[in-house]
């Protein structure tokens, strides 16, 4: 029987847990999910520090014309204190001198026979950036299951930390199965297809993070099925394509049967990409997808991405959705949750003009989907719509409904 969409990524995310963690270094952070929480040791800014190239002053010097004492540079170990009647010259990022009480900038002031004549006014504390607020030292910067991006490492430069604790990246494991499926290195004959399902589930998992293992493709035979399984059997994950329907050479779902696999569900109520399988062999996880690409490539979107950001560890490892306005009427049959394909422009979605499950041209120009429900037969131009990003991601750390109704 088939299962929702819902009760399908219910079981993914119930089976797809985080696998262990390690120490790296954080030059090798980038795109890696934390495993630890970070707490900042010490304040940023470290020191109140000048914010512009100008004049350390007290508020009682406004309209003076004073003579400079010193130059205090950035780096500059020295504490140095306010004389009175005399300013300081300082530069941006220096360490404020004991009794200033504000900065101007250096534009603000008229120099006269090597003198300095301030601004009337001057305003306490201007231009000084204080001791910790940006950072205070105890403060929470970033939590375990955070996806680490170019400024999160900006935050763990700036704590002086070196390594961290990260979840280790899951270990995917592609093949597909087809006696007429070639790769896309090899000669085709007049009967035969190139195999586009694995060099883009290969790129996408790569994209969210995962280390991928390519077993081959496997011939339309229980025993070389069975044998690429076997192979792939130390990964965390095995994606494969094609063979899960009801033809007489459909022989995955029997081959992973034959082998422990524990199914959890087989069959979803989507179209494209109804023979869905999920299920597993031990730790394990396996995703059968169906063999026709476009079907494949947005059911890997939504179960596979899934369970990819699950292994990993995010706290958001929740798909979540865009809300726009639909481009231009839209007419579609009732009768089962659909997966539409499209372009959003940052303003509105357009439906891909024409699409099928074995079609990849749609996909090439489409950066995200609709899931529309079953009982929709349609909608006017303008009508509010959901969408899953397929070029960018969108996950939230909670589960929320994915469904245009």
Same mark, same amino acid.
């Given at each position: 029987?088939?299962?929702?969409?819902?009760?399908?990524?219910?079981?993914?995310?119930?089976?797809?847990?985080?696998?262990?963690?390690?120490?790296?270094?954080?030059?090798?952070?980038?795109?890696?999910?934390?495993?630890?929480?970070?707490?900042?040791?010490?304040?940023?800014?470290?020191?109140?520090?000048?914010?512009?190239?100008?004049?350390?002053?007290?508020?009682?010097?406004?309209?003076?014309?004073?003579?400079?004492?010193?130059?205090?540079?950035?780096?500059?170990?020295?504490?140095?204190?306010?004389?009175?009647?005399?300013?300081?010259?300082?530069?941006?990022?220096?360490?404020?001198?004991?009794?200033?009480? $504000?900065?101007?900038?250096?534009?603000? #002031? +008229? %120099?006269?026979?090597?003198?300095?004549?301030?601004?009337? /006014? @001057?305003?306490?504390?201007?231009?000084?950036?204080?001791?910790?607020?940006?950072?205070?030292?105890?403060?929470?910067?970033?939590?375990?299951?955070?996806?680490?991006?170019?400024?999160?490492?900006?935050?763990?430069?700036?704590?002086?930390?070196?390594?961290?604790?990260?979840?280790?990246?899951?270990?995917?494991?592609?093949?597909?199965?087809?006696?007429?499926?070639?790769?896309?290195?090899?000669?085709?004959?007049?009967?035969?297809?190139?195999?586009?399902?694995?060099?883009?589930?290969?790129?996408? $998992?790569?994209?969210?993070?995962?280390? #991928? +293992? %390519?077993?081959?493709?496997?011939?339309?035979?229980?025993? /070389? @099925?069975?044998?690429?399984?076997?192979?792939?059997?130390?990964?965390?994950?095995?994606?494969?394509?094609?063979?899960?329907?009801?033809?007489?050479?459909?022989?995955?779902?029997?081959?992973?049967?034959?082998?422990?696999?524990?199914?959890?569900?087989?069959?979803?109520?989507?179209?494209?990409?109804?023979?869905?399988?999920?299920?597993?062999?031990?730790?394990?996880?396996?995703?059968?997808?169906?063999?026709?690409?476009?079907?494949?490539?947005?059911?890997?979107?939504?179960?596979?991405?899934?369970?990819?950001?699950?292994?990993?560890?995010?706290?958001?490892?929740?798909?979540?959705?865009?809300?726009?306005?639909?481009?231009?009427?839209?007419?579609?049959?009732?009768?089962?949750?659909?997966?539409?394909?499209?372009?959003?422009?940052?303003?509105?979605?357009?439906?891909?003009?024409?699409?099928?499950?074995?079609?990849?041209?749609?996909?090439?120009?489409?950066?995200?989907?609709?899931?529309?429900?079953?009982?929709?037969?349609?909608?006017?131009?303008?009508?509010?719509?959901?969408?899953?990003?397929?070029?960018?991601?969108?996950?939230?750390?909670?589960?929320?409904?994915?469904?245009?109704?």
């Amino acid at each position: 029987m088939a299962v929702t969409v819902e009760e399908a990524l219910a079981l993914i995310y119930a089976h797809a847990h985080p696998l262990g963690s390690e120490i790296i270094p954080i030059e090798n952070a980038l795109g890696r999910v934390l495993g630890e929480e970070i707490i900042a040791s010490h304040c940023l800014p470290p020191y109140d520090n000048s914010a512009m190239d100008g004049y350390a002053v007290t508020i009682s010097d406004a309209g003076k014309t004073l003579p400079q004492s010193c130059v205090i540079f950035a780096g500059d170990k020295d504490d140095i204190r306010m004389v009175e009647d005399q300013c300081i010259r300082i530069m941006t990022g220096s360490k404020i001198p004991q009794g200033c009480e $504000a900065i101007v900038p250096i534009e603000e #002031v +008229i %120099f006269i026979d090597n003198n300095v004549t301030l601004p009337s /006014s @001057i305003k306490a504390s201007q231009h000084i950036r204080l001791k910790g607020e940006d950072i205070q030292a105890g403060t929470l910067l970033l939590k375990s299951g955070t996806l680490l991006h170019a400024h999160h490492l900006t935050l763990l430069a700036s704590q002086g930390r070196t390594h961290v604790r990260a979840f280790r990246s899951p270990r995917v494991a592609l093949f597909a199965s087809g006696n007429e499926l070639k790769m896309h290195f090899e000669t085709i004959e007049s009967h035969q297809l190139y195999n586009t399902n694995t060099p883009t589930f290969a790129a996408r $998992a790569r994209e969210l993070g995962c280390d #991928v +293992i %390519f077993t081959g493709t496997a011939e339309d035979t229980m025993e /070389s @099925i069975q044998s690429h399984i076997k192979s792939a059997l130390d990964a965390d994950f095995i994606i494969t394509s094609g063979g899960v329907s009801v033809g007489d050479a459909d022989y995955t779902k029997e081959a992973f049967s034959t082998l422990g696999m524990e199914t959890l569900f087989e069959s979803v109520e989507i179209k494209p990409g109804k023979p869905t399988t999920f299920g597993r062999i031990g730790s394990t996880l396996i995703l059968n997808l169906p063999g026709n690409p476009l079907a494949a490539a947005l059911c890997f979107e939504l179960f596979g991405q899934s369970a990819i950001m699950a292994l990993s560890g995010q706290s958001d490892k929740y798909l979540s959705t865009i809300t726009t306005k639909i481009a231009e009427p839209f007419k579609m049959k009732k009768g089962r949750r659909s997966l539409i394909p499209g372009w959003f422009d940052g303003a509105t979605f357009t439906p891909a003009p024409v699409f099928g499950p074995g079609m990849i041209l749609p996909l090439s120009r489409a950066n995200g989907f609709m899931m529309v429900d079953a009982s929709v037969e349609g909608f006017e131009k303008g009508s509010e719509v959901k969408i899953i990003p397929t070029r960018w991601s969108m996950s939230s750390n909670e589960q929320k409904s994915l469904v245009t109704f």
